[in-house]
């Protein structure tokens, strides 16, 4: 199977940021897969019923950040 590496970066307010989490976790709930957009074309891929969660939050003087990483 050939990789697939996508990252999107984009400025948002808290609202829109919780939305797209919600959207992303309902996903997960719903359809046991995730899908998303990528240079038009719409990529899907499944997601087992267990996974491996892992949350790092790290808080400094320069800025703060949350990081949430689903593996399986």
């Known amino acids: 199977m050939d990789l697939i590496d996508f990252e999107n970066e984009q400025t948002l307010g808290r609202e829109e940021a919780a939305a797209k989490l919600r959207e ?3 996903q997960l709930a719903r359809h046991n897969q995730i899908s998303f957009r990528d240079k038009g ?4 891929v499944p997601v087992p019923d267990q ?17 949430v990483e689903i593996s399986w």
């Not at 074309?41 to 899907?44: P, R």
């Not at 969660?53 to 949350?66: A, L, Q």
């Open 24 to 26: 992303l976790a309902d």
């Open 51 to 67: 996974v491996t969660m892992s949350i790092e939050v790290e808080v400094g003087s320069d800025g703060s950040e949350i990081e």
């Open 41 to 44: 074309l719409k990529t899907t």
